[in-house]
Protein backbone atom coordinates (compact mmCIF):
# COMPACT_ATOMS: atom_id res chain seq x y z
CA UNK A 1 0.00 0.00 0.00
CA UNK A 2 1.43 3.51 -1.09
CA UNK A 3 1.04 6.46 0.78
CA UNK A 4 2.39 9.79 -0.56
CA UNK A 5 1.34 12.77 1.45
CA UNK A 6 2.31 16.78 1.53
CA UNK A 7 0.76 18.29 4.72
CA UNK A 8 0.88 21.95 6.38
CA UNK A 9 -1.08 22.05 9.31
CA UNK A 10 -1.38 24.51 12.04
CA UNK A 11 -2.69 23.90 15.48
CA UNK A 12 -2.30 27.03 17.79
CA UNK A 13 1.76 27.74 18.47
CA UNK A 14 2.69 24.02 16.54
CA UNK A 15 2.93 23.42 12.79
CA UNK A 16 3.12 20.12 11.18
CA UNK A 17 5.03 20.68 7.79
CA UNK A 18 5.70 16.50 6.52
CA UNK A 19 6.23 15.31 3.08
CA UNK A 20 6.93 12.03 2.38
CA UNK A 21 6.00 8.74 0.78
CA UNK A 22 6.08 5.02 1.85
CA UNK A 23 5.03 1.69 0.51
CA UNK A 24 5.32 0.09 3.87
CA UNK A 25 3.74 -2.43 4.44
CA UNK A 26 3.98 -1.25 8.28
CA UNK A 27 5.54 2.60 7.90
CA UNK A 28 6.66 3.42 11.69
CA UNK A 29 6.20 7.28 13.10
CA UNK A 30 9.26 7.81 15.21
CA UNK A 31 9.76 10.97 17.50
CA UNK A 32 9.06 12.27 21.18
CA UNK A 33 5.86 13.80 22.89
CA UNK A 34 4.94 16.70 20.60
CA UNK A 35 6.94 15.73 17.81
CA UNK A 36 3.85 15.96 15.43
CA UNK A 37 2.85 11.80 15.46
CA UNK A 38 -0.35 11.93 16.66
CA UNK A 39 -1.37 15.18 14.57
CA UNK A 40 -0.12 13.46 11.75
CA UNK A 41 -2.15 10.24 12.33
CA UNK A 42 -5.43 12.65 12.92
CA UNK A 43 -4.79 14.45 9.34
CA UNK A 44 -4.23 11.49 7.54
CA UNK A 45 -7.43 10.48 8.89
CA UNK A 46 -9.75 13.02 8.34
CA UNK A 47 -10.58 14.14 11.88
CA UNK A 48 -8.31 17.17 11.30
CA UNK A 49 -8.80 19.78 8.45
CA UNK A 50 -5.18 20.95 7.41
CA UNK A 51 -5.08 24.14 5.34
CA UNK A 52 -2.93 22.43 2.59
CA UNK A 53 -2.67 18.79 2.19
CA UNK A 54 -2.24 16.39 -0.67
CA UNK A 55 -2.65 13.13 0.48
CA UNK A 56 -2.98 9.76 -1.47
CA UNK A 57 -3.41 6.04 0.06
CA UNK A 58 -3.19 3.25 -2.81
CA UNK A 59 -4.39 4.98 -6.00
CA UNK A 60 -7.13 7.16 -3.83
CA UNK A 61 -7.09 10.98 -3.26
CA UNK A 62 -8.61 11.20 0.23
CA UNK A 63 -7.37 14.91 0.75
CA UNK A 64 -6.52 17.70 -1.62
CA UNK A 65 -6.40 21.33 0.15
CA UNK A 66 -6.96 23.65 -1.10
CA UNK A 67 -8.69 22.25 -4.12
CA UNK A 68 -11.77 21.14 -2.35
CA UNK A 69 -10.99 17.50 -2.01
CA UNK A 70 -11.27 16.38 1.35
CA UNK A 71 -13.14 12.66 1.71
CA UNK A 72 -14.70 12.79 5.26
CA UNK A 73 -13.44 10.33 7.87
CA UNK A 74 -15.97 7.78 7.67
CA UNK A 75 -15.43 7.10 3.70
CA UNK A 76 -11.65 6.97 3.80
CA UNK A 77 -11.42 3.61 5.48
CA UNK A 78 -8.31 4.12 7.79
CA UNK A 79 -9.41 2.73 11.49
CA UNK A 80 -7.60 4.56 13.93
CA UNK A 81 -6.66 3.04 17.17
CA UNK A 82 -5.44 4.71 19.85
CA UNK A 83 -3.34 4.47 23.16
CA UNK A 84 -6.66 4.24 25.14
CA UNK A 85 -9.06 1.31 24.01
CA UNK A 86 -12.02 3.57 23.60
CA UNK A 87 -14.51 0.92 23.44
CA UNK A 88 -18.27 1.88 23.66
CA UNK A 89 -19.16 1.75 27.06
CA UNK A 90 -23.04 1.15 25.94
CA UNK A 91 -22.51 -2.10 24.27
CA UNK A 92 -20.96 -5.17 24.67
CA UNK A 93 -17.91 -6.75 23.04
CA UNK A 94 -20.10 -8.40 20.39
CA UNK A 95 -21.38 -5.10 19.41
CA UNK A 96 -18.26 -3.14 19.72
CA UNK A 97 -16.65 -5.72 17.46
CA UNK A 98 -19.96 -5.34 14.48
CA UNK A 99 -19.93 -1.91 15.10
CA UNK A 100 -18.38 -0.30 11.85
CA UNK A 101 -21.01 -1.04 8.74
CA UNK A 102 -20.98 -4.57 7.12
CA UNK A 103 -18.66 -5.87 10.53
CA UNK A 104 -21.60 -8.08 12.24
CA UNK A 105 -21.63 -10.06 8.81
CA UNK A 106 -17.65 -10.12 8.49
CA UNK A 107 -17.94 -11.27 12.31
CA UNK A 108 -19.46 -14.56 11.11
CA UNK A 109 -17.45 -15.04 8.29
CA UNK A 110 -14.16 -17.14 8.13
CA UNK A 111 -11.99 -13.58 7.64
CA UNK A 112 -13.87 -12.66 11.06
CA UNK A 113 -13.15 -15.58 12.80
CA UNK A 114 -9.61 -15.33 11.70
CA UNK A 115 -8.99 -12.06 13.11
CA UNK A 116 -10.64 -13.18 16.54
CA UNK A 117 -8.22 -16.18 16.62
CA UNK A 118 -5.34 -13.79 15.75
CA UNK A 119 -6.02 -11.61 18.81
CA UNK A 120 -7.47 -14.35 20.84
CA UNK A 121 -10.79 -12.38 21.50
CA UNK A 122 -13.37 -15.51 20.79
CA UNK A 123 -13.58 -16.05 24.65
CA UNK A 124 -14.66 -12.38 25.34
CA UNK A 125 -17.64 -12.49 23.10
CA UNK A 126 -20.28 -11.92 25.34
CA UNK A 127 -18.41 -9.91 27.77
CA UNK A 128 -19.54 -6.46 28.39
CA UNK A 129 -16.77 -3.93 27.95
CA UNK A 130 -16.71 -2.82 31.47
CA UNK A 131 -14.93 -5.66 33.35
CA UNK A 132 -12.02 -6.47 30.50
CA UNK A 133 -8.65 -6.03 31.43
CA UNK A 134 -6.57 -3.01 29.93
CA UNK A 135 -4.70 -5.18 27.62
CA UNK A 136 -8.02 -7.26 26.62
CA UNK A 137 -9.78 -3.85 26.06
CA UNK A 138 -6.76 -3.33 23.85
CA UNK A 139 -7.50 -6.66 22.16
CA UNK A 140 -11.22 -5.67 21.35
CA UNK A 141 -10.16 -2.01 20.19
CA UNK A 142 -8.27 -3.52 17.27
CA UNK A 143 -10.54 -6.22 16.37
CA UNK A 144 -13.07 -3.24 16.23
CA UNK A 145 -10.85 -1.79 13.98
CA UNK A 146 -9.98 -4.74 11.69
CA UNK A 147 -13.40 -5.87 11.00
CA UNK A 148 -14.48 -2.86 10.07
CA UNK A 149 -11.90 -3.96 6.92
CA UNK A 150 -9.55 -1.05 6.80
CA UNK A 151 -7.25 -0.32 3.92
CA UNK A 152 -4.82 0.99 6.55
CA UNK A 153 -4.53 0.24 10.18
CA UNK A 154 -3.86 3.82 11.95
CA UNK A 155 -2.09 3.15 15.55
CA UNK A 156 -1.18 5.53 18.05
CA UNK A 157 1.06 4.29 20.22
CA UNK A 158 -1.69 1.25 21.17
CA UNK A 159 1.06 -0.15 23.94
CA UNK A 160 1.70 3.05 25.96
CA UNK A 161 -1.39 2.67 28.15
CA UNK A 162 -0.58 -0.86 29.14
CA UNK A 163 2.40 -2.02 31.43
CA UNK A 164 5.48 -3.74 30.40
CA UNK A 165 4.06 -7.70 29.58
CA UNK A 166 0.90 -6.26 28.17
CA UNK A 167 2.88 -4.08 26.02
CA UNK A 168 4.96 -6.77 24.94
CA UNK A 169 1.50 -9.34 24.46
CA UNK A 170 0.14 -6.38 22.01
CA UNK A 171 3.11 -5.80 20.17
CA UNK A 172 3.51 -9.45 19.29
CA UNK A 173 -0.47 -9.47 18.54
CA UNK A 174 0.70 -6.61 16.05
CA UNK A 175 3.35 -8.79 14.52
CA UNK A 176 0.64 -11.55 13.98
CA UNK A 177 -1.54 -9.16 12.18
CA UNK A 178 1.26 -7.77 10.26
CA UNK A 179 1.94 -11.42 8.74
CA UNK A 180 -1.32 -13.32 8.91
CA UNK A 181 -3.90 -10.88 7.82
CA UNK A 182 -1.48 -8.84 6.16
CA UNK A 183 -3.15 -5.48 7.07
CA UNK A 184 -0.84 -2.10 6.14
CA UNK A 185 -0.41 -0.36 9.00
CA UNK A 186 1.04 3.60 10.12
CA UNK A 187 2.19 2.38 13.72
CA UNK A 188 3.04 5.88 15.88
CA UNK A 189 5.51 4.85 18.65
CA UNK A 190 8.05 6.20 20.77
CA UNK A 191 10.07 2.87 21.62
CA UNK A 192 12.87 1.97 19.35
CA UNK A 193 12.07 -1.68 20.25
CA UNK A 194 8.62 -1.56 18.96
CA UNK A 195 9.29 -0.01 15.86
CA UNK A 196 12.22 -2.80 15.33
CA UNK A 197 9.61 -5.40 15.72
CA UNK A 198 6.97 -4.25 13.33
CA UNK A 199 8.07 -1.44 10.57
CA UNK A 200 9.82 -1.72 7.77
CA UNK A 201 9.77 1.86 6.83
CA UNK A 202 9.97 4.47 9.13
CA UNK A 203 9.44 8.02 9.58
CA UNK A 204 11.35 9.87 12.45
CA UNK A 205 9.70 13.71 13.36
CA UNK A 206 10.99 16.27 15.11
CA UNK A 207 8.98 19.33 15.87
CA UNK A 208 6.29 19.08 13.36
CA UNK A 209 8.94 18.24 10.43
CA UNK A 210 10.30 14.76 8.91
CA UNK A 211 14.24 14.75 10.12
CA UNK A 212 14.85 11.30 9.01
CA UNK A 213 13.34 8.79 6.58
CA UNK A 214 14.68 4.88 5.85
CA UNK A 215 14.94 1.39 7.09
CA UNK A 216 13.90 1.67 11.11
CA UNK A 217 17.54 -0.01 12.10
CA UNK A 218 19.40 2.35 9.91
CA UNK A 219 17.25 5.05 11.34
CA UNK A 220 18.28 4.63 14.78
CA UNK A 221 21.50 3.65 14.60
CA UNK A 222 22.54 6.99 13.17
CA UNK A 223 20.35 9.17 15.05
CA UNK A 224 20.43 12.19 12.60
CA UNK A 225 17.80 13.90 14.40
CA UNK A 226 19.03 14.75 18.19
CA UNK A 227 15.73 13.68 19.35
CA UNK A 228 15.86 10.20 18.27
CA UNK A 229 19.28 9.59 19.83
CA UNK A 230 17.93 10.72 23.05
CA UNK A 231 15.07 8.21 22.95
CA UNK A 232 16.97 5.33 22.00
CA UNK A 233 19.49 5.44 24.43
CA UNK A 234 21.16 2.58 23.30
CA UNK A 235 24.62 3.39 21.18
CA UNK A 236 24.77 -0.22 19.66
CA UNK A 237 22.04 -1.50 18.18
CA UNK A 238 23.07 -4.77 16.00
CA UNK A 239 21.11 -6.84 13.97
CA UNK A 240 22.11 -10.58 14.15
CA UNK A 241 21.68 -13.85 13.08
CA UNK A 242 20.76 -16.57 15.57
CA UNK A 243 23.39 -19.34 15.76
CA UNK A 244 21.91 -21.20 18.35
CA UNK A 245 20.41 -21.74 21.38
CA UNK A 246 22.49 -22.79 24.85
CA UNK A 247 19.64 -23.30 27.42
CA UNK A 248 21.92 -24.88 29.59
CA UNK A 249 23.88 -21.69 29.93
CA UNK A 250 21.28 -19.40 29.78
CA UNK A 251 22.38 -17.21 26.53
CA UNK A 252 21.94 -17.32 22.98
CA UNK A 253 24.69 -17.36 20.36
CA UNK A 254 24.33 -14.67 17.59
CA UNK A 255 26.68 -14.36 14.77
CA UNK A 256 29.22 -11.13 14.78
CA UNK A 257 31.83 -11.28 12.81
CA UNK A 258 33.96 -13.98 10.86
CA UNK A 259 33.11 -17.28 13.43
CA UNK A 260 32.45 -15.07 16.11
CA UNK A 261 29.33 -15.15 18.79
CA UNK A 262 27.89 -12.51 20.65
CA UNK A 263 26.59 -14.55 23.88
CA UNK A 264 23.08 -12.41 24.79
CA UNK A 265 20.35 -13.35 27.20
CA UNK A 266 17.96 -16.39 25.93
CA UNK A 267 15.84 -15.25 22.81
CA UNK A 268 12.78 -17.40 21.58
CA UNK A 269 13.88 -16.45 18.06
CA UNK A 270 14.47 -19.77 15.94
CA UNK A 271 18.38 -20.21 15.07
CA UNK A 272 18.64 -18.83 11.14
CA UNK A 273 16.47 -15.78 12.11
CA UNK A 274 17.53 -12.34 12.97
CA UNK A 275 17.27 -10.05 16.12
CA UNK A 276 18.10 -7.00 17.45
CA UNK A 277 19.39 -6.28 20.77
CA UNK A 278 21.07 -3.26 21.94
CA UNK A 279 23.23 -2.38 24.72
CA UNK A 280 24.92 1.36 25.88
CA UNK A 281 28.44 2.09 25.07
CA UNK A 282 29.41 2.02 29.21
CA UNK A 283 28.74 -1.48 29.07
CA UNK A 284 31.74 -2.27 27.10
CA UNK A 285 35.23 -2.96 28.62
CA UNK A 286 38.40 -2.59 26.68
CA UNK A 287 41.46 -4.44 27.09
CA UNK A 288 44.64 -5.43 25.42
CA UNK A 289 45.06 -9.11 25.90
CA UNK A 290 42.40 -11.52 26.07
CA UNK A 291 41.68 -11.72 30.14
CA UNK A 292 41.69 -15.13 32.15
CA UNK A 293 38.47 -16.32 34.49
CA UNK A 294 36.52 -13.77 33.40
CA UNK A 295 32.57 -13.67 34.32
CA UNK A 296 31.46 -11.69 31.24
CA UNK A 297 30.57 -13.90 28.55
CA UNK A 298 32.04 -12.12 25.74
CA UNK A 299 35.19 -11.22 24.70
CA UNK A 300 35.67 -9.96 20.99
CA UNK A 301 38.72 -9.38 19.68
CA UNK A 302 38.26 -5.88 17.58
CA UNK A 303 39.98 -2.98 16.12
CA UNK A 304 39.59 0.63 17.03
CA UNK A 305 38.65 2.51 14.02
CA UNK A 306 38.25 6.13 15.49
CA UNK A 307 38.37 8.14 18.84
CA UNK A 308 36.65 10.72 20.07
CA UNK A 309 37.13 12.93 23.25
CA UNK A 310 33.82 14.28 23.85
CA UNK A 311 34.10 16.36 27.17
CA UNK A 312 35.42 13.94 30.15
CA UNK A 313 34.82 11.06 27.94
CA UNK A 314 36.51 9.17 24.96
CA UNK A 315 34.03 7.29 22.76
CA UNK A 316 36.35 5.23 21.25
CA UNK A 317 34.21 3.31 17.58
CA UNK A 318 35.13 -0.44 16.99
CA UNK A 319 34.77 -3.17 13.96
CA UNK A 320 34.47 -6.49 15.25
CA UNK A 321 34.28 -7.99 11.54
CA UNK A 322 31.27 -6.41 9.82
CA UNK A 323 29.82 -4.74 12.30
CA UNK A 324 30.67 -1.52 14.30
CA UNK A 325 30.49 -1.51 18.21
CA UNK A 326 31.04 2.15 20.37
CA UNK A 327 32.46 2.01 23.79
CA UNK A 328 33.29 4.87 26.23
CA UNK A 329 36.13 5.22 28.22
CA UNK A 330 37.70 7.62 30.69
CA UNK A 331 40.53 9.89 28.80
CA UNK A 332 42.94 8.32 31.54
CA UNK A 333 41.89 4.92 30.16
CA UNK A 334 42.50 5.90 26.50
CA UNK A 335 46.09 7.05 27.81
CA UNK A 336 47.17 4.10 29.55
CA UNK A 337 45.86 1.98 26.94
CA UNK A 338 48.23 3.99 24.61
CA UNK A 339 44.62 3.40 22.03
CA UNK A 340 44.74 5.07 18.96
CA UNK A 341 43.40 4.34 15.49
CA UNK A 342 43.91 1.16 14.25
CA UNK A 343 44.40 -0.92 17.75
CA UNK A 344 44.42 -4.59 18.14
CA UNK A 345 42.11 -4.89 21.52
CA UNK A 346 39.43 -6.84 23.22
CA UNK A 347 35.83 -6.14 23.71
CA UNK A 348 34.19 -7.58 26.78
CA UNK A 349 30.21 -7.08 27.39
CA UNK A 350 28.39 -8.64 29.86
CA UNK A 351 25.60 -10.94 28.34
CA UNK A 352 23.26 -9.45 31.05
CA UNK A 353 24.30 -5.68 29.64
CA UNK A 354 22.66 -6.88 26.55
CA UNK A 355 19.18 -6.15 25.50
CA UNK A 356 17.33 -7.58 22.99
CA UNK A 357 14.89 -5.61 21.01
CA UNK A 358 12.63 -7.83 18.99
CA UNK A 359 13.03 -10.30 16.07
CA UNK A 360 12.72 -9.87 12.40
CA UNK B 1 -57.25 7.19 52.31
CA UNK B 2 -59.83 7.05 49.93
CA UNK B 3 -60.00 10.37 47.13
CA UNK B 4 -63.01 11.76 46.04
CA UNK B 5 -63.99 11.52 41.95
CA UNK B 6 -63.08 15.10 42.06
CA UNK B 7 -59.59 14.74 43.74
CA UNK B 8 -59.18 11.95 41.96
CA UNK B 9 -59.74 14.23 38.71
CA UNK B 10 -57.48 16.52 39.88
CA UNK B 11 -54.55 13.84 39.91
CA UNK B 12 -55.07 13.04 36.74
CA UNK B 13 -55.02 15.84 35.08
CA UNK B 14 -51.43 16.70 36.78
CA UNK B 15 -50.31 13.51 35.53
CA UNK B 16 -51.34 14.05 32.62
CA UNK B 17 -49.60 18.10 32.22
CA UNK B 18 -46.84 16.54 33.60
CA UNK B 19 -46.17 13.76 31.26
CA UNK B 20 -47.64 16.56 28.34
CA UNK B 21 -44.54 18.81 29.33
CA UNK B 22 -42.17 16.09 29.11
CA UNK B 23 -43.27 14.68 25.72
CA UNK B 24 -43.43 18.32 24.74
CA UNK B 25 -39.95 19.41 26.00
CA UNK B 26 -37.89 16.57 25.51
CA UNK B 27 -36.47 16.91 22.14
CA UNK B 28 -36.16 20.54 22.40
CA UNK B 29 -34.61 20.15 25.64
CA UNK B 30 -31.76 17.68 24.17
CA UNK B 31 -31.04 19.62 20.78
CA UNK B 32 -30.43 22.74 23.85
CA UNK B 33 -28.61 20.56 25.97
CA UNK B 34 -26.31 19.22 23.24
CA UNK B 35 -26.13 22.82 21.63
CA UNK B 36 -25.19 24.37 24.94
CA UNK B 37 -22.30 21.76 25.40
CA UNK B 38 -20.93 21.48 22.41
CA UNK B 39 -21.84 25.07 20.37
CA UNK B 40 -18.44 27.12 20.57
CA UNK B 41 -19.38 30.40 20.11
CA UNK B 42 -19.71 33.83 22.47
CA UNK B 43 -23.61 33.66 22.27
CA UNK B 44 -23.54 30.58 23.71
CA UNK B 45 -23.49 31.77 27.47
CA UNK B 46 -26.26 34.29 26.08
CA UNK B 47 -27.98 31.67 25.32
CA UNK B 48 -27.19 29.39 27.96
CA UNK B 49 -28.41 32.41 30.64
CA UNK B 50 -31.89 32.91 28.99
CA UNK B 51 -32.80 28.95 28.93
CA UNK B 52 -31.44 29.22 32.89
CA UNK B 53 -34.13 31.88 33.50
CA UNK B 54 -36.96 30.21 34.40
CA UNK B 55 -35.23 28.54 37.14
CA UNK B 56 -34.65 31.52 39.09
CA UNK B 57 -36.84 34.09 38.00
CA UNK B 58 -40.09 33.69 40.11
CA UNK B 59 -42.47 31.56 38.76
CA UNK B 60 -45.30 34.60 38.70
CA UNK B 61 -42.91 36.45 36.32
CA UNK B 62 -42.36 33.15 34.07
CA UNK B 63 -46.72 33.27 34.19
CA UNK B 64 -46.95 36.90 33.36
CA UNK B 65 -44.35 36.52 30.61
CA UNK B 66 -46.32 33.91 29.32
CA UNK B 67 -49.56 35.96 29.28
CA UNK B 68 -47.60 38.91 27.75
CA UNK B 69 -46.44 36.72 24.72
CA UNK B 70 -49.08 34.45 24.52
CA UNK B 71 -52.69 35.78 26.00
CA UNK B 72 -56.01 35.79 23.93
CA UNK B 73 -55.73 39.38 22.97
CA UNK B 74 -51.96 39.47 22.17
CA UNK B 75 -50.39 38.65 18.39
CA UNK B 76 -49.78 35.84 19.25
CA UNK B 77 -52.20 34.36 20.89
CA UNK B 78 -54.83 35.87 18.36
CA UNK B 79 -52.42 34.15 15.65
CA UNK B 80 -52.72 30.39 17.70
CA UNK B 81 -56.64 31.03 17.84
CA UNK B 82 -57.01 31.55 13.94
CA UNK B 83 -54.76 29.44 13.59
CA UNK B 84 -56.64 26.45 15.24
CA UNK B 85 -60.01 27.95 16.59
CA UNK B 86 -59.05 27.47 20.34
CA UNK B 87 -57.17 29.47 22.67
CA UNK B 88 -54.02 28.97 24.79
CA UNK B 89 -54.28 31.34 28.14
CA UNK B 90 -56.54 29.46 30.62
CA UNK B 91 -56.77 25.43 29.27
CA UNK B 92 -54.65 22.52 30.07
CA UNK B 93 -52.23 23.64 26.86
CA UNK B 94 -51.75 26.81 29.07
CA UNK B 95 -50.85 24.35 32.25
CA UNK B 96 -48.41 22.36 29.79
CA UNK B 97 -46.46 25.26 28.64
CA UNK B 98 -46.46 26.94 31.88
CA UNK B 99 -44.58 23.48 33.79
CA UNK B 100 -42.59 22.75 30.37
CA UNK B 101 -40.87 26.61 30.12
CA UNK B 102 -40.60 26.20 34.40
CA UNK B 103 -38.80 22.88 33.93
CA UNK B 104 -36.82 23.05 30.99
CA UNK B 105 -33.67 24.26 32.81
CA UNK B 106 -33.57 21.08 34.66
CA UNK B 107 -34.13 19.25 31.76
CA UNK B 108 -31.52 20.69 29.85
CA UNK B 109 -28.83 21.25 32.58
CA UNK B 110 -28.78 17.31 33.07
CA UNK B 111 -29.00 17.25 29.35
CA UNK B 112 -25.62 19.37 29.23
CA UNK B 113 -23.41 17.97 31.67
CA UNK B 114 -24.15 14.70 30.11
CA UNK B 115 -23.37 15.98 26.80
CA UNK B 116 -20.03 17.38 28.03
CA UNK B 117 -18.99 13.98 29.80
CA UNK B 118 -19.16 12.11 26.93
CA UNK B 119 -15.05 11.47 25.97
CA UNK B 120 -15.15 13.35 22.22
CA UNK B 121 -12.84 10.77 21.13
CA UNK B 122 -15.57 8.16 20.89
CA UNK B 123 -17.10 9.70 18.32
CA UNK B 124 -13.84 10.37 16.49
CA UNK B 125 -13.12 6.65 16.53
CA UNK B 126 -16.81 6.39 15.30
CA UNK B 127 -15.96 8.26 12.23
CA UNK B 128 -12.76 6.19 11.16
CA UNK B 129 -14.72 2.98 11.58
CA UNK B 130 -16.88 4.49 8.60
CA UNK B 131 -20.19 5.88 10.61
CA UNK B 132 -20.96 9.46 9.34
CA UNK B 133 -22.21 12.42 11.74
CA UNK B 134 -25.75 11.46 11.86
CA UNK B 135 -24.99 7.69 12.69
CA UNK B 136 -22.14 8.40 14.87
CA UNK B 137 -24.82 10.88 16.72
CA UNK B 138 -27.67 8.14 17.08
CA UNK B 139 -25.36 5.26 17.59
CA UNK B 140 -22.66 6.99 20.20
CA UNK B 141 -23.47 10.56 21.62
CA UNK B 142 -27.61 9.83 22.34
CA UNK B 143 -26.88 6.68 23.87
CA UNK B 144 -24.54 7.87 25.86
CA UNK B 145 -26.62 11.29 26.72
CA UNK B 146 -30.01 9.08 27.70
CA UNK B 147 -29.42 8.44 31.06
CA UNK B 148 -28.76 12.25 31.81
CA UNK B 149 -31.80 12.94 29.36
CA UNK B 150 -33.92 10.65 31.28
CA UNK B 151 -32.76 12.18 34.52
CA UNK B 152 -33.55 15.84 33.45
CA UNK B 153 -36.90 14.02 32.49
CA UNK B 154 -38.03 13.09 35.40
CA UNK B 155 -36.87 15.67 37.27
CA UNK B 156 -38.67 17.71 34.86
CA UNK B 157 -41.73 15.55 35.71
CA UNK B 158 -41.69 16.29 38.68
CA UNK B 159 -41.52 20.18 38.97
CA UNK B 160 -44.28 19.90 36.41
CA UNK B 161 -46.82 18.51 39.26
CA UNK B 162 -45.45 20.91 41.33
CA UNK B 163 -45.99 24.02 38.76
CA UNK B 164 -47.86 27.05 40.54
CA UNK B 165 -47.09 30.34 40.19
CA UNK B 166 -46.56 30.38 36.17
CA UNK B 167 -49.60 27.87 35.97
CA UNK B 168 -51.83 30.41 38.21
CA UNK B 169 -51.15 33.20 36.03
CA UNK B 170 -51.29 31.48 32.37
CA UNK B 171 -53.54 28.74 33.34
CA UNK B 172 -55.55 30.28 35.86
CA UNK B 173 -57.90 28.15 38.31
CA UNK B 174 -60.52 26.38 36.13
CA UNK B 175 -61.84 22.85 37.45
CA UNK B 176 -61.58 20.23 35.60
CA UNK B 177 -58.98 21.56 32.96
CA UNK B 178 -56.18 23.69 34.59
CA UNK B 179 -56.30 23.03 38.37
CA UNK B 180 -53.63 20.53 38.90
CA UNK B 181 -52.47 19.40 42.40
CA UNK B 182 -51.19 22.42 43.54
CA UNK B 183 -54.00 24.73 42.74
CA UNK B 184 -56.50 22.22 44.05
CA UNK B 185 -54.87 22.63 47.38
CA UNK B 186 -54.91 26.40 47.22
CA UNK B 187 -57.94 26.38 46.27
CA UNK B 188 -58.98 23.95 49.22
CA UNK B 189 -56.65 25.73 51.55
CA UNK B 190 -59.44 29.24 51.11
CA UNK B 191 -62.35 26.98 51.48
CA UNK B 192 -64.13 26.09 54.69
CA UNK B 193 -63.66 22.29 55.45
CA UNK B 194 -61.07 21.28 52.54
CA UNK B 195 -58.36 20.34 55.63
CA UNK B 196 -58.77 16.44 55.33
CA UNK B 197 -58.68 16.69 51.21
CA UNK B 198 -55.52 19.08 51.47
CA UNK B 199 -53.73 16.51 53.54
CA UNK B 200 -54.69 13.82 50.99
CA UNK B 201 -53.39 15.84 47.91
CA UNK B 202 -50.14 16.76 49.93
CA UNK B 203 -49.41 13.30 50.91
CA UNK B 204 -49.80 12.03 47.49
CA UNK B 205 -47.82 14.81 45.92
CA UNK B 206 -45.14 14.21 48.00
CA UNK B 207 -45.16 10.74 47.28
CA UNK B 208 -44.95 11.20 44.02
CA UNK B 209 -41.92 14.02 43.83
CA UNK B 210 -40.00 11.66 45.84
CA UNK B 211 -40.80 8.80 43.56
CA UNK B 212 -39.83 11.04 40.79
CA UNK B 213 -36.52 12.03 42.68
CA UNK B 214 -35.06 8.35 43.59
CA UNK B 215 -36.01 7.47 39.62
CA UNK B 216 -34.04 10.63 38.45
CA UNK B 217 -30.71 9.47 40.91
CA UNK B 218 -31.01 6.14 39.75
CA UNK B 219 -30.79 7.17 35.93
CA UNK B 220 -27.87 9.70 37.04
CA UNK B 221 -26.06 6.65 39.00
CA UNK B 222 -26.21 5.28 35.35
CA UNK B 223 -24.95 7.98 33.92
CA UNK B 224 -21.87 8.07 35.76
CA UNK B 225 -21.08 3.93 35.08
CA UNK B 226 -20.79 4.80 31.74
CA UNK B 227 -18.69 7.34 32.34
CA UNK B 228 -16.76 5.37 34.58
CA UNK B 229 -15.64 2.89 31.92
Known amino acids: ?360 | MSLSDAEIAVVWLSLRVAALCVALSILPGLAAGWLLARWNHPLRTLLHGLVMLPLVSPPVVTGYGLLVLLGRSRPLGRLWFELTGVHLAYTTTACVIAAAVVGFPLLVESTRISVLAIDRRLEDVSRTLGRGRVSTFLRVTLPLTLPGLLAGAVLSFARALGEFGATIVFAGNVEGETRTIPVAVYTLLNARGGESAVLRLVALSIALALAALLASFWLSARQRRLEAT
Open chain 1, 1 to 360: MQIAARIQHRVGAFSLDVEFASSGPVLGVFGASASGKTTLLHVLAGLAQPAKAEIRVGERLLCHRPGGVSVPPERRGLALVSQDPLLFPHRSVRDNLGYAPGAAQLLESEHGARILSVLRIAPLLERGVRNLSGGEKQRVALGRALLSDPKLLLLDEPTSSLDAELAREVLALLGDVKRELRTPMVFVTHKAAELLALADDCLVLENGRVAAQGAPLSVLQRPRATSVASLVGVDNLLRLRVHAHDVAAGVTLLEIGDAQTLAVPLSDEPPGSWEHVGFYADEILLCLELPKGLSARNALPARTLRLDAIGHEVLVELAVGEQRLRARVTPAAARELALREGCEVVAVIKTSSIHRLGGA
